[in-house]
């Protein structure tokens, strides 16, 4: 998103204390980027995405803004925005006559080249399986699906398997050497810089809610989803109820047993595969960023009522 609006109007990053360990990166992709103060930041838009703002906290921004926008997962009343952007919920009726909400999967906030992966014809059997829950998984969620995976006969599993972490998840350690037990036809890779390539060189995939998910389907990358935390519930049944995804529910509901049959099947079935590739990229465009990015300053030129 801020990639698209800075194509007409500057942006800065204001991150909590916390967030210290993003400052260079964003500062190497051209961002200028601070620590929270809370010293007043006057500006033309203040763009909220977080779960830790309280309303005092809101309002201090929206009087430091002309235009305040919340990105918000929950469906919460957040009277203090001008700007909801709830990429989780169907589009709905804004909650006040004042507000506007963009609300579902087009406005997805993720990389426009997405939709340049190639998606070549469908074979009777998956042969590279993308295992991505995040950088941190703190779910487990991997460990779980290698396991699965270990589970199933040679000739039911892709010929490929590539397993994607974050060199600082908790759980690194198991999965690699669940992976090494899986031999040469599965690797594992951290601190990826690259996922196009991923997305581009697999055909089927298992993982998590959230931007992972939202980016599968920009690819047509047909993907089993495993529901790893609440906030993405509401996002994988839209996705699911549209062919974008086979939901599998939450990680703390699935079984073992249930996860391999599930892989076997998925792996198995051109047809599904099929269909999910489509409906996936009939819901997420990865032109949602710049939708934002032009709802947002046309909201901020014509005046945010208040």
């Known amino acids: 998103m801020a990639t698209a609006i800075a194509k007409r109007a500057p942006v800065v990053f204001v991150l909590d204390p916390e967030g210290g360990q993003w400052i260079e990166p964003l500062r190497t992709a051209g961002f200028p980027s601070q620590l929270e103060t809370g010293a007043p930041l006057p ?40 700007v909801l952007v709830r990429i989780a919920t169907p589009a709905a009726p804004p909650p006040t006559e004042s507000q506007l909400v963009l609300a579902g999967l087009a406005y997805a906030l993720i990389d426009a080249n997405l939709a340049t992966v190639p998606r070549p014809p469908f074979g009777p059997a998956g042969k590279h399986l993308l295992v991505s829950f995040g950088l941190r998984d703190s779910a487990n969620a991997t460990s779980r699906t290698v396991r699965a995976l270990a589970r199933l ?21 198991e999965v690699n050497g669940l992976v090494g037990e899986l031999g040469a036809s599965a690797r594992l890779r ?45 996002a994988v049944t839209v996705a699911a109820s549209n062919n974008g995804t086979l939901s599998l529910g939450g990680i703390g509901d699935l079984d073992d047993a249930t996860l391999a049959n599930q892989l076997k099947l998925f792996v198995g079935d051109q047809t599904l595969r099929t269909i999910l590739s489509s409906g996936a990229r009939s819901c997420v465009d990865a032109r949602g960023s710049e939708r934002v990015a032009t709802a947002l300053l046309t909201q901020v030129q014509r005046g945010c009522p208040r």
């Open 43 to 82: 500006c033309a838009c203040a763009i909220l995405d977080g779960y830790q703002f309280d309303p005092s906290e809101r309002l201090r921004w929206r009087h430091n803004a002309d235009c305040l926008a919340i990105i918000d997962d929950y469906g919460a009343s957040l009277p203090e925005g001008d």
């Open 153 to 173: 006969a040679a000739d039911d599993r892709p010929r490929a398997m590539t397993v994607v972490m974050g060199s600082g998840a908790p759980h690194l350690a």
């Open 190 to 234: 951290t601190d990826v810089d690259d996922m196009l390539r991923l997305y581009r060189d697999a055909d089927c995939a298992i993982g998590a809610g959230g931007v992972g998910l939202l980016e599968r389907m920009a690819t047509g990358l047909p993907s089993l989803t495993v529901i790893t935390a609440e906030n993405q519930r509401v």
